[in-house]
């Protein structure tokens, strides 16, 4: 299963980004989507999932800031970034989980690099 991820860049704080992350058909419909971030030298860690029901969470780190949205037409799970502080700086990476199972797929890490 492979999971497409775009939109990654550079961007000073304050500005905003938009990634994307594309999905089989085959998983989308069944599967938590989600995004997770890891920077030099820590853990990666979620920034946000949606469930199949549009059921949203967030990292306390994000909210008010970031918007975690699926695209059902599409089979894509977008994060709108607003607001973006240096500490955003992280690559980051998309992420699809059948709940209560082990099934889980990861696409590759997308950059994200916020300048003061």
């Known amino acids: 299963v492979q999971l497409q991820a775009s939109g990654g860049g550079s961007v000073q704080a304050g500005g905003s980004l938009r990634l994307a992350c594309a999905a089989p058909?085959?998983?989308?419909?069944?599967?938590?989507m989600g995004w997770y971030r890891q920077a030099p030298g820590k853990q990666r860690e979620l920034v946000a999932v949606?469930?199949?029901?549009?059921?949203?969470n967030y990292a306390d780190s994000v909210k008010g800031r970031f918007i975690i949205s699926r695209d059902n037409a599409k089979n894509t799970v977008n994060l709108q970034m607003n607001s973006l502080k240096p500490e955003d700086t992280a690559a980051y990476f998309c992420?699809?989980?059948?709940?209560?199972?082990?099934?889980?797929?990861w696409g590759q890490g997308t950059q994200v690099t916020v300048s003061s």
């Open positions: 058909g085959s998983i989308f419909g069944l599967y938590i």
């Open positions: 949606i469930t199949t029901g549009g059921v949203t």
């Open positions: 992420n699809a989980h059948r709940f209560n199972t082990r099934d889980t797929y």
